[in-house]
Each structure stands twice: as C-alpha cells, then as structure tokens.
C-alpha cells in the first residue's frame, strides 16, 4: 500500500514529479527484480553472505545537499581462512527507490552479494589494502564529494560499501563483501513537506515503594538506587534530556518518574537494607536529581508536554484482564487525576492529558474503550495494528475519527519502530539513521498532498538508541522536506477520508503482547489491597499520610513497565499489600489473660494499642459475652464504647459486668469502625465468676462458732460466782450488791451480744479475708477509662 502516486487532478508541477519519479521507476526496475527473486534463491544465497563483512560505522552527512562533501567510514573483516589480497573498498550508487517496499528489500538483504550492488563511483574514490589476513579488521574512510555520485532527481538511492579482492583459491577479483544502505537525495526545498510529529517520551519502571518515614516529611523508601544511574551523566534519562532540549519534539511524560525524581531531589530518600531496615540514600545523588529536573524544565520550555496517566498504566492488561474486577477502572481515573497537577508542580509547565498510549500503539475495542473511560478522547494507536484496508497508494495521515467523539492517532510503524534494535555499535546505529530518513523522504514523495506523520518510538529507548533517534531528527529537521509538528495539532489535521477507521477485533490483537500482560490475579489482588485501605484510612485522624502514598503504590502496580516482568510485578503488589497489613496492625487489641470475677459486679478492662504516629478514632470496642445468662456486659450480651488514642499510646477502657451464677464465661472483645466494619483480630479471654469458695464459708463458719462457745463459758462463769457471792454474803450483801452501779446482775446490764454474722449467703459485701483469692478485676467504678498510656517502643 502507499506505493503508487495519484494521478488524477494533478498540475503542471505535480507531474513533472511523475515523469520524474516514473523514469526512475524504470532505472530501479533491475535491481527490484534482483531483490524480487532473491527469495526463490535464498537457501544457495544465505550461506555466502561475503567472506568479508563490511561494517557501516559512519556516514555523513546522512542527507547531503549539492556541494557537500560525503565521507563514509567503517571496518572490513575477513572471515574467511584464505588471505584477500588486491583488497580495495569501494563506494557504489544504485539506482533510486520508488516505494517504501523497495526501501524495506534492501534493508532485508542488505549484505547479500547477489542482486542489483549498483555503480562504483571509482576514480580516487576507493581505499586498498595490498592484503586483509583471515580475522584482521581494517578501518577504512572514504570523501567523495556529491557531486562526483552522479546523483540524478530527488529521492531516495541504494548506496552500498563493498570489497573487492581475490584469493589464493580463487585469484581473480570478485566482490567478497557489502554493506547496503541508502542516500536520501532532496537538494532543495520540496514542493510540499509533510508535517511530522515525533513522540520524545520520557517513561522509567517502577521505582518508589509504599513505604515512607514516619517523619514530618514522610520520607519516601525507594525499591533500589537504579534511578540515580539513568539520572547519571550518560544515563539514559540523562541522554533523553540532553538530546531532546534541541530537538523540535513532543515531550510524553510519566508523572510517576517527576514525581520519583522529585523525591530524590530532597535528598531525603532511603533504600532498603539488611534485615528490613532502611539506609539513607547517597548526598550525591540529590544533585543528580536536582541537576536532572532543573535540565527538564529548560528543555520542555515552550514545548508540547503530554502527561500519561500516572505511572503509564498497562491499557490492554486492564481491558483484557481487569474490566471484569469491581474497582480496576476508577484507578485509572485516579491516575489521571493525579497526572496534570504532578507536572504542573514538578516542571511547572500545563501538560496536556487528552491521549492515551496503549502497548506498542496496538488496538481493539475493549482496549478504546478503557483507554477513553478516564477522560482521554485522542489515542496514540499504530499502522501495524490500524492496518490500511482501502489500498491507498500513499501513507494517510495520522488523525482517524473512530466515533464516538475519539480521534485515533496512527502513528507510522516502520518509523516507530526503526530505533529498536541493538544500535550499541556504531554500524548498527548509521544504518538505522539512513533506513529512517529514507523512510521519512519517500513517505512525502508518495504524493503532493500535504500530510501529519506521528512517530511513536519505543517507551524506554536505551541511550544508544536514544542518541541515533536524535541524529536522525537532526537530519529530518534540518532537511529540505519535513516539517515540525506538534501531537496535538496532528491530532486536530483534517483526516484523509480515505483513511480506514475500523477498530481490529480482539481476535486481531497480537499473541505476543496479550501473553506479558498483567493476569486477572493481579487485579483481584488490586482490588483486595484497595478493600484493606479504604478500611484502614476510616479511622485516621490525618488520612492523607496513608491514602497517597498507596494510593500512588497501586497506581504504579498497573503500570506498562510490568510488561513481560510478571514475577517483579507479583513481588511489588505483595509488598505493597504486606506493608499496608503491618500499618493496620498498629492499631490493635492487647491479649488477656483469663480474668477472676469474685462479687456480683466488676469492671473488666481491655486495652487498645495505637504504634502509629498520628491519632486514631473513630473506632468502636465491642464487649461480647457468649453466656449473657450468666454474665453481662453493661447490662447486655454486649456493650460498646468509642476509641480515640493518640499515636504512640494505648488505652484501657473500662466494661461493668454483672454475674447471675457461678462458672467460666467465655468473652470477645472486637472493634470495629463507626460503619460497622470489623477491624483487626478480636481477643478472647475467660472470666471466672465465684461468689464465694468453699474455704472461705468454712472459715466464716468456724469463727461464728468460737464466738458462741466463748460468750457460754463466760456466762456459765459468771453465773457460778454469782451463786457462790449470794451463799457467803447473805441477804444483806445482795441489797448492798443491788445499789452497786455495773453490777452484772442488775437488770440493765445483759450478757455480751454475739458477734454479728457479717457473712451473707450472696458474699456481696464481704470484707476482703487473708484466704481470699486475690481478684483480677477492680471493684465497680463510675470514673472513665484514662485518656492512655505511653507505650513502650
């Protein structure tokens, strides 16, 4: 598709292009043919690729103009066990590519010696080498100036390097090797330019954890130090930056990494260390941070900045896997939210939060219809998954109306996908560079319609791949036939017509990428950490020092960096879970003994810990008891009582109880939020209830006894004196006695009154007794429970 030019309703212009580009047509038409027949041929091809390989390492400059000078360079290695002799590299131009096609053959047999190899520019314009022994590598550089490459019209040539030489066994000379790229060729001005948009995206994996200090500041605890080394002078974030302040670009940025770098910055982050302890991260890195950010804001200055959702969520992970789990959709929601107000603060410029970046730019319909459900109406698709079905000869542009309001942005997948490889050697990279601005020229010789080009690279490209997408943007825009432009206005571009906008079936989308998505299992457990969270947060008097930082944590436990890493994301979503548990074990009920009841009533005390630092509340103490007939709480089978502690305290709070009957009553202490919700493990503890024991009615029993027999005997001996005073004494005597005050015998005076049982059958108001068993409750109190009691950490 895309490969014919139209030619209805053209001018004078316009078909002196044809006729241009018709003719060349004609001259490309051998080798084509050449690469057309390439693959019936290709078992005897594939094992003689050339003794010799020649290695591209350097080609400037990539897009020359009349009167530069071209200067190629690289190395040639002998394979082979002979010695080359008579070597000499030369420089060859074949003729001009017509179609985007042609550009994708040579690239697929880029070192093979059969097929069309083109011209030797000859002349001076060669280097020798009197030998090239097996395994020895020798660098090679060639100036020629354009004008001596016989370059005709404007396009796109072939241009190869290859060495000649010859052989012990074979001693005549012979191509032994090549090396295939191509030479844009556009002199002047084009009479159109195509507008071109290029994503510049600035995305990390997961670095901050859920953890933060229980300071003022909250100190941030990091899942390792690998943000310091991109940060780092020749990092990878550091080349994205450095590269993109000077290039014509749309910024497309994670808050998620602002916000993580934002946190280095205060140099107060801390990494995790042995035994579950924490270290303070390195001084040094602070000033990457800072220095890193304060680059950012410069670049960006005047510049399109699209903000992802937070933390880039995994778009198709959710659609396929996650829709069907309560909750998964308004974290994406959230993580919009979030995203705008992140940037605003960190780099202080207004991002635009209208698109949304599924995997690889590939679609379907759930996949638009979770990508639109936060707000997002634009959605960064790709060609390879948009597929052309009109058979349009040229490349559309990128804006498609998909209905519903939701604009697709193709973005084209030979130029999205042209940095992908391994570009860590310089062959690799040049190739890459001329491959992409090949592609970019004969995208806008296609046609004299004007057309938006999106250019959505891979999410994290590697500082290699970073710096040969730089040279190659250096080239387009300083080129005579491309223009810069922004997402958003490519976005807004009248849409080709013609264009397809039908959204591919789920059937369509690529097994590849739908086996690395986040599994179901992985929502549910969202799901199950969120539950737990909206729990904990209920009963905090500062909720904010919790539900950001996990709510940021679950964010980023959708996120598209997770991709393929489905064991690192399972730990990540277990740590976060078991720190969040931890927290909400702070708050908790003191285990308890079994208690001793002695009496009809007692207070019972149960203590609540708090280990947080701020206060709790809004928390009920429920006291149950199982056998309410023989014991109640308050009254009931169960009391209640409101919890407030302040952090780092507990409180005992205080339950009345009543007995009916002796024996073990087993009871529950819970608490529970305002709303109802159980929280935390109950305590079960057993009261025993005695009235009074066996040991202690014996005693009483004993006592009264003694006291009886001691008030007979001391009557009996009274009465006996008396008797015996009355027969010495006579009648005289007992008158005498009768006027005698305190006389026993008078009838005012009485025998001494039996102590008073002061044991009752029910033992209610027993006096305390040396044989008693101590209680564990204290006596019936009308005063509060205490406000709490510092506990030791």
């Known amino acids: 598709m895309a490969e014919a030019a139209e030619f209805q309703g053209i001018g004078a212009s316009p078909a002196r292009r044809w006729l241009r580009r018709a003719g060349a047509l004609l001259a490309g038409a051998p080798l084509l043919a050449g690469l057309l027949q390439l693959p019936a041929a290709a078992p005897a091809q594939a094992a003689s690729s050339g003794t010799v390989s020649v290695s591209l390492d350097s080609l400037t400059p990539s897009a020359p103009t009349d009167g530069d000078t071209l200067t190629v360079s690289g190395t040639v290695t002998n394979n082979g066990k002979q010695t080359v002799t008579g070597a000499h590299v030369d420089l060859r131009v074949g003729p001009m590519l017509t179609t985007r096609s042609g550009i994708d053959s040579v690239v697929q047999h880029s070192d093979d010696l059969v097929g069309e190899t083109g011209s ?302 391994d570009l860590t050697k310089a062959d690799s990279a040049t190739l890459a560079v001329q491959e992409f601005l090949a592609q970019s020229l004969e995208v806008n010789a296609q046609t004299d319609k004007q057309r938006s080009i999106v250019v959505a690279p891979q999410r994290m490209p590697t500082a290699s791949q970073a710096q040969a997408m730089a040279a190659a943007l250096k080239a387009v825009q300083g080129g005579n036939w491309s223009q810069s432009q922004d997402l958003s206005a490519a976005a807004k571009d009248k849409p080709d017509p013609n264009a397809t906008t039908r959204i591919p079936s789920g059937s369509a989308y690529p097994s590849s990428l739908r086996s690395q998505e986040l599994p179901r299992t992985a929502f549910e457990q969202i799901a199950r950490t969120q539950d737990k969270l909206d729990s904990f947060q209920v009963i905090l008097s500062d909720q904010s020092r919790v539900v950001t930082p996990f709510g940021r944590a679950i964010n980023r436990e959708m996120s598209t960096s997770w991709s393929g890493r489905s064991g690192a994301a399972e730990s990540y979503r277990d740590g976060v879970e078991q720190w969040l548990d931890e927290l909400a074990d702070q708050v908790k009920l003191i285990d308890k003994s079994e208690t001793k009841l002695s009496g009809r009533s007692a207070t019972i005390p149960v203590t609540v810990q708090n280990n947080l630092v701020q206060p709790v509340g809004h928390l009920v103490l429920r006291l149950t008891s199982t056998m309410p007939t023989r014991l109640k709480i308050g009254g009931k089978p169960y009391f209640e009582q409101p919890v407030e502690i302040s952090g780092g305290h507990s409180q005992s709070v205080k339950f009345t109880t009543s007995a009916n009957a002796n024996g073990r009553v087993t009871v529950i202490a819970q608490l529970y939020t305002e709303d109802g919700q159980k929280y935390g493990d109950p305590v079960s503890f057993d009261v025993k209830v005695t009235e009074i024991t066996p040991t202690v009615m014996l005693v009483i029993g004993g006592g009264v006894l003694l006291l009886v027999l001691a008030g007979f005997r001391m009557y009996t001996q009274r009465k006996r004196a008396s008797a015996r005073q009355e027969e010495e004494n006579g009648p005289d005597a007992e008158e005498q006695a009768a006027e005698e005050p305190g006389n026993p015998d008078t009838p005012a005076d009485r025998l001494p009154e039996e102590p008073e049982d002061s044991g009752s059958p029910t033992g209610a108001d027993d006096p305390e007794h040396p044989s008693d068993p101590a209680p564990d409750t204290a006596p019936e109190s009308p005063d509060p429970s205490g406000t709490g009691e510092r506990v030791d950490r």
């Open 120 to 421: 030797e520019v000859g002349g001076s314009y060669e280097e020798k080498f009197a030998k090239l022994s097996p395994g020895v590598a020798e660098h090679f550089s060639i100036s020629v100036p354009v004008d001596k490459l016989d370059l005709g019209n404007d396009g796109v040539y072939a241009f190869g390097v290859s060495l000649s030489g010859q052989t012990a066994a074979q001693p005549w000379d012979q191509m032994l090797g090549i090396q295939r790229t191509f030479l844009p060729w556009q002199p002047s001005e084009a009479d159109t330019k195509t507008k071109t948009t290029y994503l510049w995206p600035l995305i990390s994996t997961v670095h901050m954890t859920a953890k933060t200090g229980a300071g003022e500041l909250q100190t941030p605890v990091f899942r390792n130090d690998d943000l310091a080394k991109e940060l780092a002078p020749g990092g990878r974030l550091a080349q994205m930056v450095d590269l993109g302040k000077d290039l014509d670009v749309t910024w497309v940025i994670d808050p998620d990494l602002l916000a993580s770098v934002d946190a280095m910055a205060t140099g107060n982050y801390r990494l995790p260390g042995g035994g579950g302890t924490t270290t303070p991260g390195p001084k040094e890195h602070q000033a990457l941070a800072k220095q890193w950010l304060a680059n950012l804001q410069k670049a960006v200055t005047g510049k399109e900045v699209v903000a992802l959702p937070f933390a880039d969520p995994d778009l198709a992970s959710l659609a396929h896997n996650g829709t069907s789990v309560t909750g998964s959709l308004s974290h994406l929601k959230d993580a919009t939210d979030v995203a705008a107000t992140t940037v605003k603060t960190v780099l202080h410029v207004t991002p635009s939060t209208d698109f949304a970046w599924p995997v690889e730019g590939a679609v379907d319909p759930a996949i638009m219809k979770v990508a639109t459900s936060a707000g997002a109406d634009r959605v960064i698709a790709r060609s390879d998954s948009l597929q052309e079905t009109a058979g349009l000869p040229y490349t559309p542009s990128a804006a498609r109306p998909v209905g519903g309001g939701t604009t697709a942005v193709v973005s084209d997948a030979r130029l999205s996908t042209a940095f992908e490889g």
